[in-house]
Structures are given as structure tokens and as C-alpha cells.
């Protein structure tokens, strides 16, 4: 064996390669501020104001990166989180800026109601016989709202995170109706309810004031059950199916191969923030951690990988060539 890694023959022989157009890049945009804030638990991000968001989405053009995804931070919030499907709305400013001045760039919407709602959870909330709580349906009409407004703002990707039932149908159905049929949907199709999501509470102010998001999003233990809500929604008419979070669930990114559909991964940021933390300590090497983690996501299976690395990324495989 050692014979095929002679380090001339290596590069012929390499299985999983890592490209750039396999990144897409989380942006934050925050309509309250003027100028970058930095994220205090996410080292090297900041949340982007709206008037500026196309400036930092060029760089990421530059640099490589062919894809965004955009969340969204209001001024307001409310109840029935109506700031996210105005058309006025921050994201949807955004996705126009941005489309605008790259009109080449994929831009995909994260499309959920956590950052809108004044109680932090995914959608419309209400009594249920187990106390307050995500109701299923009133929320697929909200997640309907936020979707089509995206897509007319000129989104080419509505990305469901909220992990409700149904959503991906209904969202398509509506989509088509309205006439964006060429809108293609990634649903958050296996969404584990994760201790590593926290940091991102910190970027997007998204944290929940009541309960917790258990009983939309999948325990860590069940892999059957991962497997069986991307089924579904892979069913229902999902174009790309994701797992969330990618490094420590890569078991499930290689069952959901056997749909035949392109996968995503989400690098979240508590992954993110476990490699800037220990390489900040001297611990591990930044580069070659953060590398070595997105080649396993896609050995795994993924055919996309949304990281914070993203940027960073694309530039150390400059220095590889």
C-alpha cells in the first residue's frame, strides 16, 4: 500500500476532493446596524448590515465562493414573526442588493421564523395538551408567506429549517403557484436538536425564551427517524436534502445517499467554534483541522457544505494549487 502513497502519486489517487464550489457561505444581516459587528462566540464572523451585505457577499465572489445563505436579524419582533415575510424585510433587501450586483451568485433563504418571533421558536406557538408550544399547520401557512416573499425577491434557493410537517410540499406547491417553479427547495431535512446550535443563537439572536425545540427537531439517538423526515420530504419534493450538524452525524449523511438526491451539510457553528477555540489556545492547527473536517463531511456524502470556513477555506485551497 505504501507504494501508492508516494507523495508524487498521491494527488492521482486521491478519492474526495474538496472544491470550492462545494461551499456555500452563512451570512447574517442585521438591519438595526450601520457597520460589521463582530460575533464575540463565532471568531471571524460578523453579522452585515443590510446596505452592505452585497460589498461582503463580493468578496466571497472573489474569493471563489459561488453561494449564500442569508439570516436575517429585524429590528422588530413579534408574535407571528411578520417582519419575515415583509417585503420590506431585511433578508429580502438583502436577497435584491445582493442579486443586484451578482446576479451569477446563488442565493439561497433561510426560511423559518426563530429570528422573527419575540418567544424565539420556529413558527406560530399555542396551547397544546402538554402546555405551550410549535403548532404544525398555522406555522406551514407562515413558512408559506416567508418563502414566496423570498422567491419574489429574487431567492434562487428557499431553505426550510423549521422541521415541521409537510413544509416542503407546501412550500412547493405555493412556489409553483405563484409562478417560481425554477426555485429550488433545500430542506432541512434531518435537523437534530443539537447542543452545538448555540453560538448561532448568539449571531442571529434567535434563542427560545420558553421550552425547548425537542419536539420539532430530531434527538440525537435516532438515526431511523433522521432518515425516515428526509425520506419524506425528499417524497413531498425537496430538491437537495441536508443534514444539520454535518461532523458529528456523518452516519446520516451517508444513509441519505440511497434517495438519489443532492445532500447538504451544515457545518454549524458550535463545530466552528470548537476548531477557532482550541486553535486560538495553540491546541490544534486551524488550517489542517478545518480542512480535514470539510473533507470528511464530503467524503460522508455531501455534495454541499454550508461553514463558516467558508472564505478561509476557499483561500488555503488556493494555496494547495
Given at each position: 500500500?505504501?507504494?501508492?502513497r508516494?507523495?508524487?502519486i498521491?494527488?492521482?489517487?486521491?478519492?474526495?476532493?474538496?472544491?470550492?464550489?462545494?461551499?456555500?457561505?452563512?451570512?447574517?444581516?442585521?438591519?438595526?446596524i450601520?457597520a460589521?459587528?463582530?460575533?464575540?462566540?463565532?471568531?471571524?464572523?460578523?453579522?452585515?448590515?443590510?446596505?452592505?451585505?452585497?460589498?461582503?457577499?463580493?468578496?466571497?465572489?472573489?474569493?471563489?465562493?459561488?453561494?449564500?445563505?442569508?439570516?436575517?436579524?429585524?429590528?422588530?419582533?413579534?408574535?407571528?414573526?411578520?417582519?419575515?415575510?415583509?417585503?420590506?424585510?431585511?433578508?429580502?433587501?438583502?436577497?435584491?442588493?445582493?442579486?443586484?450586483?451578482?446576479?451569477?451568485?446563488?442565493?439561497?433563504?433561510?426560511?423559518?421564523?426563530?429570528?422573527?418571533?419575540?418567544?424565539?421558536?420556529?413558527?406560530?406557538?399555542?396551547?397544546?395538551?402538554?402546555?405551550p408550544?410549535?403548532?404544525?399547520?398555522?406555522?406551514?401557512?407562515?413558512?408559506?408567506?416567508?418563502?414566496?416573499?423570498?422567491?419574489?425577491?429574487?431567492?434562487?434557493?428557499?431553505?426550510?429549517?423549521?422541521?415541521?410537517?409537510?413544509?416542503?410540499?407546501?412550500?412547493?406547491?405555493?412556489?409553483?403557484?405563484?409562478?417560481?417553479?425554477?426555485?429550488?427547495?433545500?430542506?432541512?431535512?434531518?435537523?437534530?436538536?443539537?447542543?452545538?446550535?448555540?453560538?448561532f443563537?448568539?449571531?442571529?439572536?434567535?434563542?427560545?425564551?420558553?421550552?425547548?425545540?425537542?419536539?420539532?427537531?430530531?434527538c440525537?439517538?435516532?438515526?431511523?427517524?433522521?432518515?425516515?423526515?428526509?425520506?419524506?420530504?425528499?417524497?413531498?419534493?425537496?430538491?437537495?436534502?441536508?443534514?444539520?450538524?454535518?461532523?458529528?452525524?456523518?452516519?446520516?449523511?451517508?444513509?441519505?445517499?440511497?434517495?438519489?438526491?443532492?445532500?447538504?451539510?451544515?457545518?454549524?457553528?458550535?463545530?466552528?467554534?470548537?476548531?477557532?477555540a482550541?486553535?486560538?489556545?495553540?491546541w490544534?492547527?486551524?488550517?489542517?483541522v478545518?480542512?480535514?473536517?470539510?473533507?470528511?463531511?464530503?467524503?460522508?456524502?455531501?455534495?454541499?457544505?454550508?461553514?463558516?470556513?467558508?472564505?478561509?477555506?476557499?483561500?488555503?485551497?488556493?494555496?494547495?494549487?
Open positions: 500500500m505504501r507504494r501508492m508516494r507523495r508524487i498521491q494527488p492521482l489517487l486521491r478519492e474526495t476532493e474538496l472544491r470550492k464550489t462545494d461551499l456555500i457561505a452563512p451570512v447574517f444581516v442585521d438591519e438595526s450601520s460589521p459587528l463582530p460575533i464575540a462566540s463565532m471568531p471571524g464572523q460578523f453579522r452585515h448590515p443590510t446596505e452592505g451585505v452585497a460589498d461582503y457577499c463580493e468578496h466571497l465572489w472573489n474569493a471563489g465562493i459561488r453561494a449564500a445563505i442569508l439570516f436575517g436579524v429585524p429590528a422588530a419582533k413579534d408574535s407571528e414573526a411578520t417582519e419575515a415575510y415583509a417585503s420590506g424585510g431585511v433578508v429580502q433587501r438583502a436577497v435584491r442588493s445582493i442579486k443586484e450586483r451578482l446576479p451569477q451568485m446563488v442565493v439561497a433563504t433561510d426560511v423559518c421564523a426563530c429570528e422573527y418571533t419575540d418567544h424565539g421558536h420556529c413558527g406560530i406557538v399555542g396551547e397544546t395538551a402538554d402546555g408550544d410549535l403548532l404544525n399547520d398555522p406555522s406551514l401557512a407562515l413558512m408559506v408567506r416567508i418563502a414566496v416573499s423570498h422567491a419574489e425577491s429574487g431567492a434562487d434557493i428557499v431553505a426550510p429549517s423549521c422541521m415541521l410537517d409537510g413544509m416542503v410540499r407546501a412550500i412547493r406547491q405555493a412556489l409553483d403557484a405563484a409562478g417560481f417553479q425554477n426555485v429550488l427547495i433545500v430542506s432541512y431535512s434531518s435537523k437534530f436538536a443539537s447542543a452545538l446550535y448555540g453560538p443563537r448568539d449571531a442571529a439572536d434567535s434563542g427560545f425564551s420558553f421550552g425547548d425545540r425537542t419536539t420539532y427537531q430530531i440525537p439517538g435516532n438515526a431511523r427517524e433522521a432518515v425516515m423526515e428526509s425520506e419524506l420530504d425528499a417524497a413531498e419534493g425537496a430538491d437537495i436534502l441536508m443534514v444539520k450538524p454535518a461532523g458529528i452525524y456523518l452516519d446520516i449523511l451517508l444513509s441519505l445517499k440511497e434517495f438519489g438526491l443532492p445532500i447538504a451539510a451544515y457545518q454549524v457553528s458550535g463545530e466552528y467554534a470548537m476548531i477557532k482550541a486553535a486560538e489556545r495553540g490544534l492547527d486551524e488550517r489542517a478545518a480542512l480535514e473536517s470539510l473533507i470528511a463531511i464530503k467524503r460522508a456524502g455531501a455534495d454541499l457544505i454550508i461553514t463558516y470556513f467558508a472564505q478561509d477555506a476557499a483561500r488555503w485551497l488556493d494555496e494547495e494549487q
